[in-house]
């Protein structure tokens, strides 16, 4: 029975979207290739199984993915749905090999501000969900022998069922970029994690950071969940962020339009479902350290986070996140949090639990070189990427060192 007219104007928009897109079917699954505007129509749905999938990605909800989608892509992504009769049990954004590009491949959605690569599946049909998934970009969409699926949790399961799909098919699975993310695991008592996390002459050097910070103002650390306050929120970190070294390096959400238009609109759908949490450190009535945390599925992904350099000696940064640590360890409902970092930044220092990473590059082709040519070709691209990125990393060193020269006068 349809229960609102909401989901009665959902289920007609469903019906006239699924009419102009081709439908096929894969063991009894429906699948469609959707681009942004049609996707959005199934959003109801889309929600139902973002709530309970079985691994969450808050990057994967409509609120996030479509905004990413249309503000950072141009619309570029499709979106696969799969769905079991009118039950939507899957759903995998994918960015399509690039004409003319020769190493553009097959892959899932992935931007520089989506730190998770793991499509949303239904728990009940995940393995035929996900077999549905590798068949239908094998034999219907343009592709080099692979799909890439990067920043998954290698020991998550999603990572197991890849596994089994490739080894009951035949199919090979390279992994690249692997790397260790910190996490934080539920169950550790908020009151005495700093005593867990750090060693008696670390805590001290904390406590007499917040001490310092304390002689310009009242301290205060906030957990913003209100959705009325949220907007505002949201506008402080973005201002608080393009203050910072991203501001400068034209790294930060405010530094585009696209990216600014973005980051308003994935958290607006956020906030309005009371998956947005914001972390706020003050020094009187002044931020000084902030950070954005989604919620999905039972878990929290804390996102972005900013600090204010003029306080830089009193570390406002570490103090914001060991209180936002604490009031993550707090809430029940969340039984992890992924940090969306690697170990070398700071967040790495305050969680000691590690998950293991990696972008998989699955073979879905028919033809085995075709999959090994695009493998070593792949392999290539990224240590050439890697070789480039670290010569604009030793050119930025000499610039800074450059710069701080000092002036000789005569």
Known sequence: MISSTAQLGELQGGLAARQRTKVARVDGLQIELLNCEDA?????????????PLEPNAFFEPGFALAAARHLTGGRPR??????????VGICPLLLPVRGVPWSQLRVFIHPQIPLGVPLLDPAFAGETLAAILTYCGERLPHRGALTIPLLAQDGPTGALLNAYAKA??????????????????GI??????RRAFNARRRQKLNKARRMLATLGAVRFRLVIERDELAAATEEFLSLEAKGWKGRRGTALASSPQRAAFARASAAALAAEGKLLVG??????VPVAMGLVFKSGGRAFYWKTAHDEDYAPCSPGVLM???????????????????????GQMIGHLWKERADFADLFVEIGADHKIFLASAAAEAGRRALRARLKSIVHMLRRVRAAWQKRPVHTI
């Not at 979106?79 to 939507?88: I, M, Q, R």
């Not at 098919?169 to 539920?186: C, D, H, K, M, N």
């Not at 008592?189 to 700093?194: E, F, G, K, L, M």
Request: with cysteine.
């Open 189 to 194: 008592d908020p009151a005495v994690y700093s």
């Open 321 to 343: 996140s060991l209180d936002l640590t604490r009031a993550l360890l707090s809430e029940p409902a969340i039984a992890m949090t992924d940090s969306c970092a690697n170990t």
């Open 79 to 88: 979106f696969l749905f799969v769905w079991a009769g009118v039950k939507l």
């Open 40 to 52: 959005a129509v199934h959003v109801e749905a889309w929600r139902a199984l973002a709530a309970a």
């Open 169 to 186: 098919e035949g199919r090979q699975i390279r992994r690249f970029a692997a790397y260790e993310r910190p996490v934080l695991p539920a």
């Open 280 to 285: 706020r450190l003050s020094c009187g009535a």
